[in-house]
Every structure is written in C-alpha cells, then in structure tokens.
Nanobody, 126 residues
C-alpha cells in the first residue's frame, strides 16, 4: 500500500528550527519528485518546496527561500524539510506529496501530485 507519513512538527518559538520528515512505504520514492506544501487556517494550500528525483534539484517558494532546506535520503526512502529562522507566518499544517513527474514542475500546483501524507502541524509562537 502506497503511503507517505510526515513527522517532526510541533510548537517552536520564532527564530527556532524544526526538521520535518516524509517517509514513504509501498513504493520507491526516488523515482519521483517530492513536494512540501502547507495550509494555514482559512487559506489555500501553497507549495513550499520541491526536490527532483535523480538530480535532486530543489525549488523553494520566495517566502521560505534562504530559511528552508529540502533534502532526500533515497536509501531511507525519506525526504526532509529543514526549517530554520521560523516565523509566526510559517504556522500551518505541512504536507509532503509525491509528484507525478521525476522533476519539479513549476508552478508547484497540488494538481501535479497524486499521493499525500496526513500532514503535521507546525506552530510558531512565543
């Protein structure tokens, strides 16, 4: 059974860091690009980052560029999102998703992804 499971969310103070993990089972994740999305209450789901399969080329939304780093460990079938210098506006449920493509296709629309995790809550607050 194809499954993605996110972990690593939590409550952190502004300026702090979190590392999200996206573990895949039932399929080989390194055949596909993987995206990270987030959705805050009352807002649409937005693309945050994407990492390609073979070349691992990353993409970042302007709102997180320079603060977030996406990486993948194909041996562990896992993708990570390192989030540093977190801001209150980063508060959202974060989702990872498997792309239908091997490379990141922009714009990073949710319609390009066909398998989603359940999400993990990230709250940035003092």
């Amino acid at each position: 059974q194809l499954q993605l499971v996110e972990s690593g969310g939590g409550l952190v103070q502004p300026g702090g860091s979190l590392r999200l993990s996206c573990a895949a089972s039932g399929f080989t994740l390194d055949y596909y690009a993987v995206g990270w999305f987030r959705q805050a209450p009352g807002k649409e789901r937005e693309g945050v980052s994407c990492i390609g399969s073979s070349d691992g080329t990353p993409y970042y939304a302007n709102s997180v560029k320079g603060r977030f780093t996406v990486s993948r460990d194909n041996a562990k079938n896992t993708v990570y999102l390192q989030m540093d210098s977190l801001k209150p506006e980063d508060t959202a449920v974060y989702y990872c998703a498997k792309s239908m493509f091997r490379l990141c296709v922009l714009p990073q629309g949710p319609y390009r992804y066909n398998s989603w995790g359940q999400g993990t809550q990230v709250t940035v607050s003092s």
